[in-house]
């Protein structure tokens, strides 16, 4: 079916910066939102940024000004470029697609996740 393959997760001081890349495969004839989400030990997951096909970008107050996420629609990829990490970014982060693909010889919309990637950041 359809799967997202994420990268570029790892250890970082604060202040660094990382970039996260997210890649959808699969029979997909179209992608509507993207997006990113984490979540840290012990806590809920967070929505941190989604952008639409239209290129439509919207933050978590956390992460404005700090974050940018971004898309590249010929490669069906997501970017989430992290500025000025703090260590309360500390998280496990989630790539979040919603992939028109064919299954079955039927055309349909799922909502697909990626495995994680952990992003740490030191004090």
């Known amino acids: 079916q359809v799967q997202l393959v994420e990268s570029g997760g790892g250890l970082v001081q604060a202040g660094g910066s990382l970039r996260l890349s997210c890649a959808a495969s699969?029979?997909?004839?179209?992608?509507?939102?993207m997006g990113w989400y984490r979540q840290a030990p012990g806590k809920q997951r967070e929505l941190v940024a989604v952008i639409t096909s239209g290129g439509f970008a919207n933050y978590a107050d956390s992460v404005k000004g700090r974050f940018t996420i971004s898309r590249d629609n010929a490669k069906n990829t997501v970017y989430l470029q992290m500025n000025s990490l703090k260590p309360e970014d500390t998280a496990v982060y989630y790539c979040?697609?919603?992939?028109?693909?064919?299954?079955?010889?039927?055309?349909?919309?799922?909502?697909?996740w990626g495995q994680g990637t952990l992003v740490t950041v030191s004090s």
């Open positions: 979040n697609m919603i992939v028109g693909a064919v299954v079955a010889a039927d055309r349909r919309y799922l909502e697909v």
């Open positions: 699969g029979s997909i004839f179209s992608i509507n939102v």
